[in-house]
């Protein structure tokens, strides 16, 4: 666990990037260390790997990024995107794209053009990142996928021999 306070790390925040952490952001947040901020320029969001949780919040941030470009999908990712580290503290600071849905929906005068826009925006995303293949590598994830539930969750459930057929599937 690290010996960094929360104060040391906005501390460094301010002094080498100029950005201020302010209100921090609880809604659909699984971890406590994550905040509005601002560098004078833009407005941002700065996640503060703490807590093994949290270190993993930002870990799954990271490998979630790196698959949208992946598949195309470069153009949705926060601007700016920046990992850094304070000493062992993983930090990503990232574009504050506003409210989520859920607070846009209910502050909006007409929420019927966040949901229309919202589909609009869906179908582009839809187009750019659809790849045309055989299926087979995502089967093959699908299967890994349901195996490993089987065995974590179901494995008094689901009969030894079935989930050796299926491993075994070609």
């Not at 994550?34 to 407005?43: K, M, T």
């Not at 093994?52 to 790196?66: H, L, Q």
């Not at 990503?92 to 229309?116: K, S």
């Amino acid at each position: 666990m690290p010996t960094q306070t929360l104060s040391e790390i906005r501390e460094f925040l301010l002094k080498s990037h100029h950005m201020v952490c302010g209100e921090a952001l609880t809604l659909g947040n699984v971890v406590n260390t994550i905040f509005r901020a601002n560098d004078e320029r833009r407005n941002l969001v700065v996640k503060i790997g703490l807590t093994d949780r949290a270190v993993s919040e930002i870990e799954m941030n990271k490998e979630g990024y790196k698959n949208m470009l992946a598949i195309g999908a470069g153009r949705l990712l926060p601007d700016p995107l920046i990992y850094l580290q304070f000493q062992e503290v993983p930090i990503i600071i990232m574009e504050d794209c506003g409210p989520d849905f859920w607070h846009a929906v209910r502050a909006a005068a007409d929420p019927q053009n966040l949901y229309r826009e919202l589909t609009i925006d869906m179908e582009s995303i839809y187009t750019t990142t659809r790849h045309r293949g055989d299926g087979r590598s995502y089967l093959d994830s699908l299967r890994q996928r349901l195996l490993r539930q089987y065995r974590q969750h179901l494995v008094e459930l689901v009969e030894t021999d079935l989930m050796d057929r299926l491993q075994n599937l070609p």
